[in-house]
């Protein structure tokens, strides 16, 4: 297992970069590593911390309706058919891993997270980043969303700028309830 | 009443020539079928096919880049000891520990068929900044473990892999195909090779 530090700092780079540039690599892009014995690794970095966690309840085996001709038939958008494991310095990427981070930068409050989740047929990568203040029960901040998947015609992409906040209530019997509002604008 | 029957007959033996011509590459002038042992490959008439003792099958493709081929392994699973995990695991090791080809990524599913599972991958390498993708069609049939490689520069992975199936459909065994494209895939499962 690597630095987190570097992690997390290397993964949020290029998760603003692929919010620059809408997004144009071709594959699943996740630069968290996650080594085959961990399942969850947490780390310090400045005020905050950084997770790194994989499931393991992705059930691997999808039924296919298809033969090995259409199976082998390639599409022009050269995506693979399943998830891409990127090696990233000798390390590889699991089916499912969601990185998530909070902390202060410089003052402010920063919350992150970044999920892929894949199947035989399908992968679709969310990344959200917030700053902003946190007081309380009450989370208040601008955020950033991507989110892409693959559908017939290739790989879609979807960026969401706007802001988000969400508000614990709590009521008797200990039961509480985050109402949550979000604006925003989608970019594609 | 014979007579009418003789005729079917004729009809019905011109239907089944037909049939096999057309799912064949031997007759086809634009392929080059090569038998070696109880093997027999067809590959298109511009590879350039190298003799060579280190595999069963070899050949470059119709470029100039010297790092794309063609390539068919076959491994007596008794004398090896090798089987599909093994291997995968080998060749995973082997791309990662490439100093001057840089590995990039890969997809590894498992085929299950009815008559048997083979594993299809798509390596992703790197060489003098330009990408390259491999394909392979890892299985075992009769006590031997069979590769079936392709690889080609990413910009004409769409004809190569056109090619690849096609060549993988029309490669016989005893005379007899080992894959046909009408196989049906039953399931998909994804393979992490970098954990086998």
Known sequence: ??????????????????VGNKIDQAYVSVTATVSTAAKEVTGWFGGGTATVSTSTDVTNTTTFSTNLGQFLTPTSNNQPGGPLFKIVNTTTVSQKTEVSVSGKVEGVDVKGSHTTNTSGKSVSNTTEVMAGKTQGKAQAGAFISNKKSPDKSGTTSETTVGVKASYKVSLPAKISVTVGVEAGIKLK | MNRIKYILLIFLILGCKNSSNKNSLQDNKSWNCTSIDNEKV???LDWKLLHQSKFLFFSYLNNSDTNTFFTVLKYNKAVSGLNVHDYLKTYYSALIKDTVESFTGFTTKELIMENRNSYYSEFYTRLNKKPYITYSMVFENDNNLYEFTLKSDSA?????????STVLFNYQHNNKSIFSSKDKIKAVKIIDISKL
Do not use: L, V
């Open chain 1, 1 to 18: 297992m690597g630095d987190p530090n570097h992690i997390i700092a290397e993964g949020f780079r290029e998760y603003f970069q692929a």
């Open chain 2, 42 to 44: 067809c590959i298109p």
């Open chain 2, 156 to 164: 004409h992975f769409m004809n190569y892999k056109a090619t690849f």
